[in-house]
Nanobody
Framework: QVQLVESGGGLVQAGGSLRLSCAAS????????VAWFRQAPGKERAFVAS????????TYSDSVKGRFTISRDNTKNTVYLQMNSLKPEDTAVYYC????????????WGQGTQVSVSS
């Protein structure tokens, strides 16, 4: 089982930047994919970005493409989400998830970190 702990959330003005971290522990194989999801008040949880635990394949939702960058540091077992040009609509609780072959329903999830963007 993989354990995930997110950090780095906070309050920022529109146009600002934040970097989220997802520290992973436990048994993580090369078949794992790590992703960021977000859930805004009154909305369903939505995919933001993902990265394979090995290799350089990344994917992004259209709403964040060009503004957010996902990366990982395998030496620290940590995945990052660099968020630039933040908008008020990016306000949400951000969750880190890890799963084999992106099977999120059976994967591991962190507790979430709040990101609030003021206009």
């Amino acid at each position: 089982q993989v354990q995930l702990v997110e950090s780095g959330g906070g309050l920022v003005q529109a146009g600002g930047s934040l970097r989220l971290s997802c520290a992973a522990s436990g048994r993580i194989s090369s078949t794992y994919v790590v992703a960021w999801f977000r859930q805004a008040p009154g909305k369903e949880r939505a995919f933001v970005a993902s990265i394979r635990w090995t290799g350089d394949i990344t994917t992004y939702s259209d709403s964040v493409k060009g503004r957010f960058t996902i990366s990982r540091d395998n030496t620290k077992n940590t995945v990052y989400l660099q968020m630039n040009s933040l908008k008020p609509e990016d306000t949400a609780v951000y969750y880190c998830a890890a799963a084999v072959a992106s099977r999120w329903s059976s994967g591991s999830w962190g507790q979430g970190t709040q990101v609030s963007v003021s206009s």
